[in-house]
């Protein structure tokens, strides 16, 4: 991604679609505010034409002030701001911060979650503008402007904080790779008015008593009944809701011995659930039958696709609790964090109801699991 742009009163440009007929003034623009790295005439005509692609210009008085180019990925939740510049004569007058905005609402239009972009590790001015929009480094690539530059990866998740929608229940952040499921109970367990002392130790002791998985690498998650049946163990009334019967994430796991355990384990944990009586649906919760569950007083931990939350390759539990303002209230036990790295304290998130739907839903058997949780 590149940047450029120089303070005087704010101005509201007219934004707007580009169209074939800017593709000249676009030109001049990129040759002006670019010395190298700039978009051909063969590329913006096919960014103005392209599905994929979200090309915005910003005029004020007839003339063009600058562009903003988002490109989107099928199959992902996730943005990338391509370009953006201002023309000079515009720049410190909020020209930049006008048209990121456009560019974050193009992203969410295409249901995108994230918006990522590189920008010149020189680019100060730059590095301003995204750090006050909520942009966040994710990585550095070395040598990659055509003047040996580095560039900075940012990212920021575009869904709105819930806070501003409903009080959010208390929140535990995980610890480990392998431990969100452990940590959605903790927050059951508070939002049930349980005695929950934060920290790694209840974490792990969760997780001990609910995993099921075994990981290609290392330790693993847990799944719904197990999840479900430690619920149980400490006073609270999960109702299961999956696809299908299981068992479950066999398909991330190569060893035979490994996916063994698995099934026994998997089909242990049904058992268990079983004779404690914990209600069973092998049918997908619906975004209706959810809502209902959250409005009769109940909350839920859903699993979704790791990558669309969590940024990683394996499925993700989520807190759900509640729902508001055609958006689904969750927290993600993925803390976000600080510039030093340290966890930050979630004020929960509004996931788009259609945005939801899709996220939750994951692996090669399409599997849909939903834990309903109502207080003891």
């Not at 927050?187 to 997780?207: C, F, H, K, Q, S």
């Not at 909350?299 to 509640?322: D, E, M, N, Q």
């Not at 259609?354 to 839903?361: E, G, K, V």
Request: proline share 7%; charged share 20%; glycine share 10%.
């Amino acid at each position: 991604m590149r940047t450029a742009a120089r303070a005087s009163p704010k101005l509201q440009p007219i934004l707007r679609p580009a169209g074939s007929v800017d593709i000249p003034a676009l030109l001049a623009l990129e040759r002006r505010v670019f010395a190298a790295d700039r978009v051909s005439p063969q590329s913006f005509r096919r960014f103005v034409a392209s599905p994929s692609a979200a090309l915005i210009v910003a005029e004020n008085g007839g003339a063009l002030a600058g562009y903003a180019l988002v490109l989107f990925r099928a199959g992902t939740f996730v943005a990338r701001l391509y370009s953006l510049a201002v023309a000079h004569e515009f720049s410190g007058r909020g020209i930049g911060s006008v048209l990121l905005a456009a560019a974050e609402r193009a992203a969410q239009g295409h249901d995108c979650l994230f918006m990522r972009l590189e920008v010149h590790a020189r680019n100060q001015r730059a590095m301003r503008l995204y750090e006050r929009s909520g942009y966040r480094p994710i990585g550095r690539l070395d040598d990659y402007y055509a003047d040996g530059g580095t560039a900075l990866r940012l990212e920021k998740w575009l869904a709105s904080p819930a806070s501003r929608l409903m009080k959010p229940p208390p929140y535990f952040h995980q610890t480990t790779d392998f431990t969100c499921g452990p940590a959605c109970v903790m927050m059951a367990m508070a939002w049930a008015g349980l005695p929950v002392r934060a920290g790694a130790a209840l974490e792990y002791r969760l997780w001990r008593e609910a995993t099921t998985i075994f990981m290609a690498s290392g330790l693993g998650g847990c799944g719904p009944f197990g999840l479900a049946v430690t619920l149980h163990r400490h006073g609270l009334r999960p109702e299961v809701h999956v696809s299908h019967p299981g068992p479950y994430f066999l398909d991330g796991v190569r060893s035979e011995d490994k996916r063994r355990v698995m099934r026994v384990v998997h089909s242990e944990f049904r058992r268990e659930a079983g004779a404690l009586g914990i209600p069973t649906t092998f049918a997908p919760l619906g975004e209706r039958a959810l809502r209902e569950a959250l409005d009769s007083g109940a909350c839920a931990i859903v699993l979704v696709a790791g990558y669309h939350l969590s940024r990683g390759r394996t499925p993700h539990w989520v807190f759900v609790y509640g729902h508001a303002d055609r958006c689904i209230l969750l927290h993600d036990p993925e803390p976000a964090r600080d510039e030093a790295g340290r966890p930050k304290t979630s004020e929960g998130w509004a996931v788009p109801s259609p945005l939801f739907a899709r996220m939750s839903r994951t692996g090669a058997d399409d599997l849909r699991a939903a834990i309903v949780i109502r207080k003891g």
